[in-house]
């Protein structure tokens, strides 16, 4: 048998251990040796904090008498880690992303960094919490009777061993939890540790559950064989109260704040999560597996009234097994200290940033002293908030101890800090959760659940009598507090779970739809609701303030080290080369989330107010961001507008150069064609010059000829001239014309006169209708009867029927002049039609000379030019080419 | 339901499949162990000599652990902290 000195000696053997392992870590941390404290496998660890002595010993007690039920406690948790995708994820980034340095924390930022949200939050912690740390110390206690009883050897009374345990642990946490105050809150040390005893606790509950089921029995199906067929009964397993423990503790492993202090606060990387998602439940798993099998073997082989609580110490210690027992006892021992230890310095945490700081600052208000360090005042309170915290659960320990009351608290505490649910995942999810809802929420819920569970469990204690209980307050019966309006749920604590939760869900979201979210919870919100989506660090707004009073400030909060490399950080991040950055909006947001890493974001807030003069964010200050955002947009697009337009004026330049090339091109054409139309005349002209030169032996006959072929030449040659230039005039809108009201059929009749001779020459037959020429109209007559002249001259060369007949008919239609000029020829072939407005195009070759082919386009652009269309109308019986013209002026008959 | 909205680009869809799975799996972890489903697999009182209900809770946590196991793996894969 063990004496209870060995086991003294064993217990602090096992904490300085602890002590060696935590100083090992935090000297790692010190010389920058991240890996090994930082791998998901510690964060994983440090998770299993959430198995308490009241798991461990309890776990095989709730087993010995309600089956299964035990599982729940560990499913719950199971459900949000492989769902860690819906709310971990998000959890753990905004505590990253904002520095939250608790739940509280977490709530006061989310909520407009409400300091007395911060405040009920802390105190529903520390309340929910105390009776968990007294639970710990009385397993602990209770674990070193069981060896002393076994014993036989005198051994002090629960009360000394309780203290005792409890200053040890004070002192364990107040030098691991409270070395420094870093500035993302994380205790390298204290998570080691932690890790260390998550896997002497596993080790011990697994090592007795091996020995109970292939040691006392011979298998599974052995122990399972001796188990009371009422323990598990098929029907049983699933029903309210099962529904209810697993949905509490879901809600316990993301509110307890011990819990929240391990995966949000210390969470050193996001990816850790990923793989605690699957490592924590299996933990879970390997934890339960052997739950049942202790239990059974515990009922099966010791007396019928040996406590079940205990059975995972008397099942080694009836079998002989001192060994085995020690580590059972280490392993309860452990689940108990990483549990203190944790919620200490979580509700530590919580107590200065919240309460002490807060409090100090208003005292403080007047002055801004440099001297005073807020460092030391933090680090002070925080050791003293620890020694308070467990000095509270001892308190109760004493005060409640040892009745069968203080075996349920651990479910109690459970609901007690899930009345922070509906306000965490409002705030997470919902823009429209307001302040006074998550404040009206919380207190609804806290209060009815100490109505109904929390005050009650003390059992016929002096707050509330059993007839209280029985018949109500008063006697008035529909206010009983374990059957609130009669609903008629027997189970006390299914019952609190639905009117607490129930109404504070009510509360909550009635109220935010009440009231209004002030402006600062709104920006607040976004940043929380959006924290995936925000790339942008959070707006300042423009205060008054100096970069000294900021270094100050961060000197007395971060230390003078590490508030000189920050501000040296910024200075070079700004461009600068003097130590001190710029008071930039930036660079205040920037700091007071450093800040708020240290202090909490509402504190942290109020500390940056004092410093920088501005109280609030107001309404103003608002109206003035959206406004610059307003200015940032209209800008960007006015951007837009200009680029486009850029884009337009490019593409039509475009157009414009290849229109230009095009006309480049053509120019060229036009050259080359002039220069081949010119020479022709210029070659016969120079060839009879010459002969004209050395023309002695010619006759005066032959020189006669010779001189009229040059001049005919040179007419021709004159004439082109005249084309081209008169094409160009034209083409350039720069002709002159002669306008005036004349009779049509006077110009046709000139037109007619000149072509005359031709016609004659020819035989032609020349159609005309007299009637229709009756109308006058405003144009250049000389101008369009050359048109006509080039049309007729046209039709009568080219028609090639013998003898060819013309005619020059007009009408009005759609109130314009319509003159058309045919022949009976063959038409001009399709090949052609397209080429015959060309300049200088000659159709099949059957250009006499004269014609340099400008004739048409030469029409066309006079046509143009007085305000119609010339154009090339098909070929029925011949050639048609119609003119269009605008009457203008008058379309009234000359003569009735 | 598909979102094109969200993410139409063609690389999303590992991530997308990773997201859905993620969400589903605790969906699917409910139904089997805190709704009246378990009690359809738990009706015979014993199985290979084990209690059925010990048997069942324990294959259905198990297999989400399993399941959890492959999610997070893929997970750091994928990079979710982006």
Redesign the interface.
Known sequence: MISFNVLVSICLLYVLGLFAVAYAAERWAETGRFAILRSPLIYTLSISVYCTAWTFYGAVGSAARNGLEFVAIYLGPTLVFVGWWWLLHKLVRIGRVQRITSIADLLSSRYGKSGGLAVLVTVLAVVGTTPYIALQLQSMTLSFAVFTTATGAPAPSPTVTAFYVAAGLAVFTIIFGTRNLDANERHHGVVTAIAVEAVVKLAALLSVGIFVVWGVASGPADIFARMDPELLQSSQVFNTRWLTLNFLSACAIICLPRMFQVIVVENANERHLATASWAFPLYLFLMSLFVLPIAIAGQSILAPDANPDLFVLTVPLDQGQQTLATLAFLGGFSSATSMVIVASIALSTMMSNHIVLPLWLRMNASRNPASDDVRDLLLRSRRLSIAVVVALGYVYFQFNGGTGALASIGLIAFLGVAQVLPALLGGLFWHSATRPAAIASICTGFFIWAYTLFIPSFGGAALMGPETLQSGPFGILWLAPQNLLGVGITDPLVHAVFWSLGLNTLVFISVSLLTTPSAIERLQSVQFINVFGQVSPRRGITRNTTIEDLLVLAQRILGREEAMTLFKAQARHQGKDSPLPDATNELIATLEREIAGSVGAAAAHAMMAQVTGGAEISFEDMIAVADETAQIMEYSARLETQSKELEQAAVQLRNANAKLTELGAQKDTFLSQVSHELRTPMTSIRTFSEILQDGDTLDPEQLNHFATIIHSESIRLTRLLDDILDLSFMENGRVQLNLETVPLHSIIDRALATTQAQANELGAVIRRNTTAEQVTLYTDPDRLSQVLINLVTNALKHCGTTPPEVSVLSGLHMGKLVITVADNGKGISEDDIDLIFEKFSKLSKKFTSGSAGLGLPISREIVKNLGGTLVYAGSSKGAVFRITLPLQAAETPVSA | MADPSKRPTLPSRPGRRF?DA??L???V??AL????V??VF????SL???????VY??SV??G??????L???R??RIN??K
């Open positions: 997201r993620a969400t799996l605790p969906v972890g409910v162990l805190i709704t009246p378990m009690t738990t009706r015979a009182d290979f000599g084990l209690p059925t209900p010990f809770v324990f946590w198990g989400l652990i399993l399941l959890a196991l999610l997070g793996r997970a750091l979710v902290s």
